[in-house]
């Protein structure tokens, strides 16, 4: 066997396993798209906010509490209560 044959052979073999693992790589993007896909659409905080206004009805808003678990909750105040309105993260 002389070199050049040496060099080619030892280069195929070094290219084999990443071949395989590019194959599958390609194999675990695709599985995790459709399981994104799956995945339930998260509302943004100013969305969320927007559904606690409308439920507050007229109620002045005071400001967001942030998440709390899967929910955002805002507070308002109505005749000199104070509401806290949790709304659910998810779509």
Sequence with gaps: MTRLTAILLSALIAAAPLSAAAA?????RGDRGQSSERQERRISEAEAQGIAQSRARGARFVGSLGMRGDSYVFRFERDGQIIDIAVSSRG
């Design 24 to 28: 599958q790589d390609r194999g675990g």
